[in-house]
């Protein structure tokens, strides 16, 4: 009887658990979020008449993959050896052109300047959405081959593309590069850097995140696709920036879970410039945060500068650029 009670109590408790599970993969999604003004309005004053037109380069998957070049000022289009090359990795939702005053900043100083449209952003394949946890890091390396360079090459990212490129520099290709800058970079919703509820940027659908990632340690990856991100984005802006973001580019765009791991095994030379009025994060613990991982790094505080002020004013991008020079 003993035995009866246990099993009966054993299948109820794991039914409970899978109804639980079921009930946040299903109606655990993120919730809508007002627009956040000072993402969304500085892109209203900028003037992107001179963006250069769209290039593709094709992923190990077949997808062609768009991105922008910025040649460096004063120096051949065809001498691909003669300035040193800085990759660069847009922010949450957005896509390159959003980092259209910045590229075309660096490349004023001599830099030669590639900004990706990251898959699920922009015209890199569908928007939101990435095949499998780190696709993203194929795409970088299948873009190195593809537009080979022969001179240094610098991989550098802004916000989420900040916490990307984090990733990869902690990885086995960290040696693809040989220097990285991350600009106000997300680290991690419980690193010291984070703000209260986001900044009021994203809507995380914290019970599906949850659910689907319990799914995925158990070796069950069906529900990837679902979003589990909505970003505060306006009605023109929704239009061409990506809304939303799949489990798999949640997880792939931004540090691994370990953030500190990335810090300590990252081994090129690495910098961190933020605005110190930035509003998503807290950019007076960013040299803590980095310290606490075990390694120092130089960190850039730019006065007055907000979040997307960094690349867009021209005072701040000027400060910015500097950090690109060995």
Known sequence: MRRKFIALATFATVALVFTALAAAVAFGGPEPIAPLASINDPFARVDFSTVPPASRYTARDGTALAWLRYPAAGIATGNAAAARRVVL???SSARARSLHVLAGALAATGLDVAVLDMRGHGDSGPRGHAAYIGQLEDDIEDFMRAIPHAGPTTLAGFSSGGGFVL??????RQDLFDRYVLLAPF???NAP??????????SVGLPRMIAVTLLNVAGISTWNHLPVLRFGLNDAARQFLTPSYDFTLATNFRPHDDYQADIRNAKRPMRVVAGRSDELFDASKYAAAFEAAGRVVPVTL?????HMGLTLDSAAVQVVARAFVP
């Not at 990733?167 to 086995?172: C, D, N, P, V, Y």
């Not at 850097?193 to 994203?202: A, H, I, L, Q």
């Not at 730019?302 to 907000?306: I, K, L, N």
């Open 89 to 91: 990795v847009h922010g």
């Open 167 to 172: 990733r990869f520099a902690g990885s086995t």
């Open 187 to 189: 680290l991690h919703h």
């Open 193 to 202: 850097t984070n703000m209260p509820n986001n900044g009021g940027w994203v």
């Open 302 to 306: 730019v006065e007055g500068s907000t």
